[in-house]
């Protein structure tokens, strides 16, 4: 039987080359979830509720990440998945963008237009994100995986950064032609830069499918990966770590100015404050996480522990501050919350690369692209509840309670699921590869 192991070609050039591809995500997604999230409202007057179930939706359809890493790890390369997921992803948020002007004239036309593009777009970011991250896995040395979870997280957050202000610059003023204008070129430059990027970089890191794996069947595949222990405890690790930290979304610009009274500009500035921490707490794992963890998985562990206890402890704070009101240091706790969420995200998705890459291996097998979309469709139907959990408890909680109260429940909550992902971390490091497979075969 050939072997699947890859040998480990991806350099640091290679690293930001497809970084520029998760550039080329963010950038899309920017469109659908920030942008035409606020058109649609705004400019075209629907009901917020519709945009938040289309952002739901494109979550939604990314359960299907399992099928479509299965997919990739059957072929003989997996960039034909990236590129193509970015060509659906931008078709997708091309297609949205079409349907706006149906609204008043033909409202379930358009309801039905911004349906399909909104799959498209889950669809796309699936396909495209999973191979991404199976090719990562693959391709980049144990030691490396913490600094390239973090230089490609990086580059998507600079991606989006760079988009939304190319977009607003050249929205002004707003018309439905040059949204259709900005947004397809968006979508055609981020198609350009994955295939310029993307040539001839899966040469570095060529592998031989067993037989045994073209035959297997995504049923099968899928119980054979929940057959191991640590798969098991790692996919509930991402799921409760993915939804506390996706909980705090769409709740703390509200906080701050229901609690303490702050004007629109200023709770903006505040985002800007957790995005910054963000970057400066994956920075410190990506290089941490290099330079002082070994091979494994478990390696990253301590990063991983500290990144949600001190989310946790971040939260905690917060619920602190809700009670006490204007006399706290907001900022400053809000910087503290995104740089240890900066920590956990790195370090977190560095140990997804280690753990899907180590497990496949250790038998010789071709399923890291399965393993990647099993962790990534949690992550994404978590990213989706989370924001919902967040704010409709707010909102019943505001019911029964005092305001403060209300945001002191849903922060205590998110800092209880930040513990429990601790703890599981904890447990997920105890186990090596090797040993969950031979627990496999047993």
């Not at 997280?153 to 600079?158: A, D, G, N």
């Not at 040059?178 to 397809?184: I, N, Q």
């Not at 429990?420 to 904890?426: I, K, S, T």
Request: one cysteine or more.
């Amino acid at each position: 039987m050939a072997s699947a192991r890859a040998p480990y070609g991806f350099g640091w050039l290679s690293i930001i080359r497809l970084g520029l591809v998760q550039a080329a995500i963010g950038s899309i997604v920017m469109l659908a979830t920030s942008l035409l999230n606020r058109v649609m409202v705004v400019e075209y007057g629907m009901a917020a509720a519709v945009p938040a179930g289309l952002v739901a939706l494109h979550y939604a359809v990314q359960f299907a990440r399992p099928a479509w890493g299965h997919g990739s790890d059957r072929g003989h390369a997996r960039t034909p998945w990236i590129v193509g997921g970015i060509a659906v992803l931008g078709l997708g948020a091309m297609i949205a963008v079409l349907a706006l002007p149906l609204g008043k004239a033909q409202p379930l036309l358009a309801d039905a237009v911004l349906l399909l593009g909104f799959v498209l777009i889950g669809a796309g970011v699936g396909a495209a994100g999973t191979s991404l991250l199976a090719l990562l896995a693959a391709g980049v040395a144990p030691q490396r995986r913490a600094a390239a979870a973090a230089v490609t997280w990086i580059m998507m957050v600079m991606g989006i950064v760079l988009s939304a202000g190319t977009a607003g610059a050249l929205l002004d003023p707003f018309s439905w032609g040059r949204l259709v204008a900005v947004s397809g070129g968006i979508a055609l430059a981020a198609l350009a830069l994955t295939i310029l990027a993307t040539f001839r970089l899966e040469r570095a890191v060529p592998f031989a499918v067993p037989e045994a794996v073209r035959e297997t069947g995504l049923g099968d595949a899928l119980r054979a990966v929940f057959a191991e222990t640590a798969a098991r405890r790692f996919t509930v690790f991402v799921f409760l770590s993915m939804l506390a930290y996706s909980m705090q979304d769409l709740i703390l610009e509200p906080f701050a100015g229901i609690v303490f009274g702050m004007t629109p500009a200023q709770s903006t500035s505040l985002s800007a404050v957790q995005h910054s921490g963000v970057l400066m707490g994956m920075i410190a794992a990506g290089v941490g996480g290099s330079a002082f963890s070994g091979r494994a998985a478990g390696e990253l562990r301590g990063w991983i522990a500290a990144g949600c206890v001190g989310s946790a402890l971040a939260l905690a704070g917060l619920a602190v501050g809700a009670g006490v009101g204007p006399g706290w240091p907001l900022a400053a706790n809000i910087g503290v919350l995104g740089f240890a969420n900066g920590v956990f995200a790195v370090s977190a998705i560095g140990a997804m690369m280690s753990l899907a890459g180590a497990s496949s291996e250790a038998g010789g097998r071709a399923d890291t692209g399965l393993r990647m979309g099993v962790w990534g469709a949690a992550q994404a139907v978590a990213f989706g509840l989370g924001g919902l959990i967040g704010a409709v408890g707010v909102d019943l909680a505001r019911r029964a309670e005092s305001d403060g109260r209300a945001f002191q429940t849903i922060f205590t909550l998110e800092a209880m699921l930040f513990m429990a992902a601790a703890v599981m971390a904890a447990r997920i490091a105890g186990q090596s590869p090797a040993m969950t497979l031979r627990e496999a075969e047993a």
